[in-house]
Nanobody, 127 residues
């Protein structure tokens, strides 16, 4: 069965960095786009970043553009999110999600564009 397991979260100071990983199994990883979402306390889930199956296209929300970098290693069935210059507003539970196709479209921010989700990894940015 499909499994997505996130890791790499933790406590970081403002301005610091973290690298999240999402290990995938149970499907042909290199055939599907992947995205990262996050959910801050008391708020809805927010799309953060996405990457096409072949890494030719990456996308970012305005709130993280220039600070976060998404990448993937199809040989390792893993997608990453490098987060630099972290801010307190980046605090939340970060999820990876499997897209339904190899590409991402204008609807990439919508939950129903994804069919499987991980359990999440907590990121807390605080001094």
């Amino acid at each position: 069965q499909v499994q997505l397991v996130e890791s790499g979260g933790g406590l970081a100071q403002p301005g610091g960095s973290l690298r999240l990983s999402c290990a995938a199994s149970g499907f042909t990883f290199d055939s599907y786009a992947m995205s990262w979402f996050r959910q801050a306390p008391g708020k809805g889930r927010e799309w953060v970043s996405g990457i096409w199956s072949d890494s030719t296209h990456t996308h970012y929300s305005d709130s993280v553009k220039g600070r976060f970098t998404i990448s993937r290693d199809n040989a390792k069935n893993t997608v990453y999110l490098q987060m630099n210059d972290l801010k307190p507003e980046d605090t939340g539970l970060y999820y990876c999600a499997k897209g339904r196709t190899s590409a991402l479209f204008a609807t990439m921010r919508l939950d129903n564009e994804y069919d499987f989700w991980g359990q999440g990894t907590q990121v807390t940015v605080s001094s």
